[in-house]
T-cell receptor
Framework: EAQVTQNPRYLITVTGKKLTVTCSQN?????MSWYRQDPGLGLRQIYY???????DKGDVPEGYKVSRKEKRNFPLILESPSPNQTSLYFC???FGGGGPDRQETQYFGPGTRLLVL | GQQLNQSPQSMFIQEGEDVSMNCTSSSIFNTWLWYKQDPGEGPVLLIALYKAGELTSNGRLTAQFGITRKDSFLNISASIPSDVGIYFCAGQVETGTASKLTFGTGTRLQVTL
């Protein structure tokens, strides 16, 4: 089954304690992306990756890091989480080629709800 | 970054009614997309629009890409309880090798029997 998986689904942590949210896709997609969803703000892009070892900042990258060492995995790293990073996080992937099948056919993971105390 | 203004923020309608929501931007987009998010899940693509003026249907859903390329609307006809969820518009621009997607703030739809 084609899917994007995220782990953990729920996480409660404390300020300053480094954490990693994993994302994996089994569709051989080139493009992967992280979003955060906050009430009244919709989804905002944190980082994206066009392919292995190619990553770039989205609209709200501050406080986050990513890596893309393998095509299937795109972990999101919070080196020193703060309460304003409490949010619902989504990973998404899609084919990265040209034409209409680029970002719009994004497959989203189930989400990771993070609470930073 | 860019933001899309999506309205209304929320809607409470009765089963069988038609629904209309729209999205506007100060910037031009190459592609408009509409997603639906069910509770506890990630967004799922409903309709993609690629050309200004394009009108596309997917079952009871109809969406249009505005002529100015700065707006789009989504209509749902004869709503049913499973239409409940949050609907997001998204605009896409392509810059060189990158393709950026910007989401609207969402419209929360509630359907009563």
């Amino acid at each position: 089954e084609a899917q994007v998986t995220q782990n953990p689904r729920y996480l409660i942590t404390v300020t300053g304690k480094k954490l990693t949210v994993t994302c994996s896709q089994n569709m051989n997609h080139e493009y992967m992306s992280w979003y955060r969803q906050d009430p009244g703000l919709g989804l905002r892009q944190i980082y994206y990756s066009m392919n292995v070892e190619v990553t770039d900042k989205g609209d709200v990258p501050e406080g986050y890091k990513v890596s893309r060492k393998e095509k299937r995995n795109f972990p999101l790293i919070l080196e020193s989480p703060s309460p304003n990073q409490t949010s619902l996080y989504f990973c998404a992937s899609s084919f990265g080629g040209g034409g209409p099948d680029r970002q719009e056919t994004q497959y989203f993971g189930p989400g990771t709800r993070l609470l930073v105390l | 970054g860019q933001q899309l203004n999506q309205s209304p923020q929320s809607m409470f309608i009765q089963e069988g009614e038609d629904v209309s929501m729209n999205c506007t931007s100060s910037s031009i987009f190459n592609t408009w997309l509409w997603y639906k998010q069910d509770p506890g899940e990630g967004p799922v693509l409903l309709i993609a629009l690629y050309k200004a003026g394009e009108l596309t249907s997917n079952g009871r859903l109809t969406a249009q890409f505005g002529i100015t390329r700065k707006d789009s609307f989504l209509n749902i006809s004869a709503s049913i309880p499973s239409d409940v969820g949050i609907y997001f518009c998204a605009g896409q621009v392509e810059t060189g090798t990158a393709s950026k997607l910007t989401f609207g703030t969402g419209t929360r739809l509630q359907v009563t029997l």
